[in-house]
């Protein structure tokens, strides 16, 4: 199962877990999660989400 990092703050959504606080359910893969879900943490939108290795790269850039 794969982790997605918010690339806006740190939240990071685990796929193992799901998101009790956006009722998705554990195990539910990143592509089945609704489209409107927002960061639980930023409330940022999930096209922001990056696969964890890929969001790493991404912040670092930035810095
Ligand atoms: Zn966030």
């Known amino acids: 199962m794969n982790k997605w990092e918010c690339t806006i703050c740190d939240y990071v959504y685990r796929e193992e877990y799901g ?11 990143w592509t089945d999660v609704p489209e409107d879900f927002r ?24 810095h």
């Open 19 to 29: 998101e009790d606080k956006k009722n998705v359910k554990p195990g539910t893969l």
């Open 39 to 62: 960061c639980p943490s930023c409330g940022t939108e999930k096209g922001q989400f990056y696969e964890e290795s890929m969001a790493k790269i991404l912040k670092h850039r930035r």
